[in-house]
């Protein structure tokens, strides 16, 4: 069973980066394509991006300049860093895995990051 | 980008009831050449991430049961719970997978107990 599992710091401070670590158990990383997704009662849910092939990576438009997905295969883990984050950027951050079509068959539990100062 | 809008907001329906989700996208989300709607449905419920529950808008994921029921095609789509469970209570998604960049979802609805 594949399981996922989100990791980071809960408090950011406004201009700064987010940097999150997702850990995957039960799966490869070097297969399937692996998301971040944040969620929150402003926007909802919304796509980041996505990185597979341990590093060949496709981001959502809206968050392109200030995105950074990386991929550690060794340790079977996945990553993001946003940058210079501000109050619109406290959400529920989940990581998930989809299969080729761009289901997200499976999801983490989420990380709460909230941005202040 | 396609935008998914969703109706109602929220609902609430008696227990053995029938729930009915509308979810209408911006384009069309038909692939001709492989005549399936990339359009899936998910469950969240409060707490835990969404759960996958209908892919390729009719497709129930493994698991799922079969009082849920997707339906539609191009920009029409529909989330039926034919008899609904007390564990059903929760809020559902719609997600158009036909345009990677990006994905997008629907702004979700509330369905609780009557």
């Known amino acids: 069973q594949v399981q996922l599992q989100e990791s980071g710091p809960g408090l950011v401070k406004p201009s700064e980066t987010l940097s999150l670590t997702c850990s995957v158990s039960?799966?490869?990383?070097?297969?399937?394509?692996w998301n971040w997704i944040r969620q929150s009662p402003e926007k909802g849910l919304e796509w980041i991006g996505y990185?597979?092939?341990?590093?060949?990576?496709n981001y959502n438009p809206a968050f392109k300049s200030r995105v950074t997905m990386s991929a550690d295969a060794s340790r079977n883990q996945f990553s993001l860093r946003l940058s210079s984050v501000t109050a619109a950027d406290t959400a529920v951050y989940y990581c998930?895995?989809?299969?080729?079509?761009?289901?997200?068959?499976?999801w983490g539990q989420g990380t709460r990051v909230t941005v202040s100062s | 980008d396609i935008v998914m809008t969703q109706s109602p907001e929220s609902l609430a329906v008696s227990l053995g009831e029938r729930a009915t989700i509308n979810c209408k996208s911006s384009?069309?989300?038909?692939?001709?050449?492989?005549?399936?709607?990339?359009l899936a449905w998910y469950q969240q419920k409060p707490g835990q991430p969404p759960k996958l529950l209908i892919y390729?808008?009719?497709s129930r994921e493994s698991g799922v049961p079969d009082r849920f029921s997707g339906s539609g095609s191009g920009t029409d789509f529909t989330l039926t719970i034919s008899s609904l469970q007390a564990e059903d209570v929760a809020v559902y998604y719609c997600?158009?997978?036909?345009?990677?960049?990006?994905?997008?979802f629907g702004p979700g609805t509330k369905v609780d107990i009557k």
């Open positions: 998930a895995r989809a299969s080729a079509g761009g289901l997200l068959g499976y």
């Open positions: 039960g799966g490869s990383i070097r297969t399937y394509y």
């Open positions: 990185i597979y092939n341990s590093g060949r990576t």
């Open positions: 384009q069309s989300v038909l692939d001709s050449s492989s005549n399936k709607n990339y």
């Open positions: 390729w808008a009719s």
């Open positions: 997600q158009q997978y036909y345009s990677i960049v990006p994905f997008t």
